[in-house]
Every structure is written in structure tokens, then in C-alpha cells.
């Protein structure tokens, strides 16, 4: 298991390297001079969007394949498993309670309807944000606890 997790890390910092290469080499794609409609219908845009959710897909599936592997070969990892689908329903949820559906106004003086679109995307964004407090704290609670051990 040892092997195919240092695989799937390299294979997560290299999706990672591409995605912050993606980023980095697309600038100025939505600077304040652009017109935000014109700027939505470029091709630019597009694959913007489109490569960060492919490279999200290929992440969740390889992760998803791992876990699978890894609850195969050692069933004493599910309290692990459960624990971590547990936080991110919870993370989900808060997301879904706290997220507004309000109207969105753009740098430009555009509104952006609110609605069913803009809550999921806020629900999103404070899920996200949830975890990576979540994430973090735990990192923190791990790394004490192993100084204190040795």
C-alpha cells in the first residue's frame, strides 16, 4: 500500500504543479479593463474554468480509488474513512445553512442574479473554508501531540 500511496502523491503534486502553472500562465485573462461579458464568452475563460474542475475530477476519482484499495486490504481504517466523510458532510451542511443566495455585484457595477447558483457556490466556498480551518487544526493537534510523545 506504501507504493501506490507515494504514487498517488506524486500523481497529487503533479496535478497540483499543473493547476498553479495553469493559473500563473494565464494572466491578465480577467483584469478590471476587461468587459466582464466579453471576458465570459472567451475561449480563455472557458478552459479556465474547465481544466481546474477536470483536474478536480481526476484528484476526487484517484483519491476515491486509494480509500478503496486501502479499506480493501485494511478494514481497520474505516473508523478513519467514516471520520473523514463525516466532516465533510458536516462542512457540507454548514455550507448549505450559512450560504447566501444573495444578488453578486461584480467589480464593474454587474449584477449577478442570486438564486439557487449562488448559494451552492457560497455553500461551497464556506465548505472549503470549513475543512481548511478544520484541516489545519487537526494538523496543529497532530504535530503538538507528536512533540509532546518524543
Known sequence: MKGIGNILLMVFFALAIIGLFWVVLTPGAASSETDVSAWMNNAVTTYMVIVPLILLGITVLVFAFYKILDLVKH???????IYVFGAIVVAGLIGLVAGSSDPVAYGSGEVFAGGFQSRMISAGLIAAGVLL???LAFLIWDTV???IKS
Do not use: C, D, K, Q
Not at 478494514?75 to 474513512?81: D, F, T, V, Y
Open 75 to 81: 478494514p481497520s481504517h474505516m473508523r478513519e474513512a
Open 133 to 135: 480551518i478544520v484541516g
Open 145 to 147: 501531540r507528536g512533540f
